[in-house]
């Protein structure tokens, strides 16, 4: 099968960058003829929050040799949406997975969209929902209008859909008011890119030592991370003074909560707060030297970060949002507690304490469903739409775009 891969350059590199190409070499790897389409260029530049790594090379990951790319697409450059158009004519695949995480590309994905109409052959088109909505755009009215007028055009032009988590799969329902048998449910997949080494070097490595508890990813405001902090400042002096609190990632600068948290905190001598883009290289460090991750989201339709987690092996405490429990709560190493409950938190992480200094650093077994499954699904669902809908018929698109999507 010939499957397309659309996600986001190596330009404005992320977690969807990461995600595009470890998905485009499991479907490779699997003997599928893989490729992919990079949207390069995403928004303006000075828009961007994360503009100061904008293109820098902090990444080591790559597609398979053998997997065709077209880098790529850029917000404003006509010449290169024609490029992509030629590339899907040369590729002409079976089915394009669309990542969809922010409508501010929506403009190119509905491009790709109906390019593929006129590749020479009649592709079927998935999207790939990592998020329902983005907070940020949902607070900027024009950007919220631009959103749902260009979400909704994107979602009339794609056959399936897929989402993360039944709650996930509920919440896109709702929220899109789309047919319910268009939408499936495959888990996010695993990033089997990160290879652990020893904790003690890696805690001598990032200047640590003692028991580390951790936060990782892009600092927003509904990532909860002042929750952290304060539950933090509440653990005995007996047990901060052992441990240390590593808040690293990207800062986005909406949630104006930290910096207050951070300056009033007693134990602000063992809080590593680290605000800018971990390059790819030191990743497997951090998590390496965590004891435990702390994920204090107040909203998530899933979490790579916590697979990257579970795939080593550490402790995890996350909220107890839908999505995340229904995602973890056969991996042992996961806890849970209520959206912004800071004692609940704060025990928690004296509980785990108490079993580091009582038995040492923990491992567990992730039994995650891994790119064979996630693979099998997606061939299973394109198999099932193509021969449901035939060559020669009028596609689902068609019938979308006629009936609504409902």
């Not at 470890?22 to 992919?36: E, G, K, L, P, T």
């Not at 799969?169 to 899109?176: A, D, E, F, G, L």
């Not at 790119?371 to 596609?395: A, D, L």
Request: proline letters at 5%; aromatic letters at 12%.
């Amino acid at each position: 099968m010939k499957i397309c891969i659309v996600g986001s350059s190596k330009l404005f590199f992320g977690g969807i960058s990461a995600y595009t190409i470890v998905m485009a070499n499991a479907f490779a790897q699997r003997d599928h003829q893989a490729s992919a389409i990079l949207l390069r260029k995403l928004v303006p530049l000075f828009l961007y929050p994360g503009k100061d790594h904008v293109g820098k090379d902090d990444y080591s990951i790559e597609f398979k040799p053998g997997v065709p790319v077209y880098d790529g697409m850029d917000w404003y450059s006509p010449g290169s949406w024609i490029g992509a158009w030629r590339f899907l004519c040369r590729e002409k695949p079976d089915a394009i997975i669309v990542h969809w995480w922010t409508s501010s590309v929506a403009h190119m994905q509905i491009l790709v969209s109906l390019f593929s109409r006129l590749s020479g052959r009649r592709p079927v088109i998935i999207l790939e929902m990592h998020e329902v909505v983005d907070t940020l755009e949902e607070k900027i009215i024009p950007i919220r209008l631009y959103s749902r007028v260009a979400g909704r055009l994107l979602m009339r032009l794609c056959d399936l859909y897929i989402a993360h988590s039944e709650e996930a799969r509920s919440s896109i329902i709702k929220t899109y008011h789309l047919a319910e048998h268009k939408i499936h449910v495959i888990p996010h997949g695993p990033y089997d890119i990160y290879n652990p080494v020893g904790q003690e070097e890696a805690q001598k490595e990032l200047g640590l030592d003692g028991f580390v508890i951790m936060y990782f990813g892009m600092i927003r405001q509904y990532k909860g991370v002042p929750f952290l902090i304060e539950a933090f400042n509440g653990l005995p002096e007996t047990i901060a003074r052992q441990a240390q609190l590593v808040i690293a990632g990207e800062d986005w600068n909406d949630d104006q909560d930290i910096g207050p948290s951070l300056k009033g905190s007693t134990y602000k001598d063992r809080i590593h707060y680290i605000p800018k883009f971990i390059p790819d290289s030191l990743v497997p460090k951090y998590f390496s030297a965590a004891d435990v991750l702390v994920l204090p989201y107040t909203r998530s339709s899933g979490s790579g970060v916590a697979n990257i987690a579970a795939s080593q092996g550490k402790r995890i405490i996350i909220s107890d949002i839908p999505t995340l429990k229904e995602s973890f709560e056969n991996y042992e190493g996961a806890s849970f507690f209520p959206v912004g409950d800071v004692s609940t938190l704060r025990d928690q992480l004296v509980n785990i304490y108490n079993q580091w200094k009582e038995k040492g650093p923990q491992h567990y077994n992730y039994k995650d469903n891994g790119w064979e499954y996630i693979t099998n699904s997606y061939e299973s669902i394109i198999n099932n739409f193509k021969n449901k809908f035939g060559k020669g018929k009028h596609s689902v698109q068609d019938k979308f775009i006629a009936s609504d999507g409902r």
